[in-house]
């Protein structure tokens, strides 16, 4: 699975994301926050894949509970 992607950003634009539990691109971050709410959808379906392929999480929803507690998600 290649989902989240290996962060390709300079390295200031990194942030760890506790959700994923690996460091990702903040704009990765972003997509992902907004997931289901606004934000592009092939993250969205993608997401949705990774949490069916990992077993984290339940749905976007839950995956998000995790990223509203991180000081990087808006």
């Known amino acids: ?9 300079r390295e200031a634009n990194h942030v760890p994301c506790p959700a994923f539990n690996c460091i990702i691109d903040d704009g990765l ?5 907004m997931a289901d709410r606004g934000g592009p959808a092939d993250t969205a379906e993608e997401l949705r894949r990774w949490i069916i392929m990992s077993n984290q999480f339940g749905s976007i ?5 995790v990223c509203a507690r991180c000081p990087y998600c808006i």
């Open 61 to 65: 929803a839950e995956f998000q509970e």
């Open 1 to 9: 699975m290649d989902f989240p992607p290996v962060p390709s950003n």
């Open 29 to 33: 971050c972003w997509e992902c926050c």
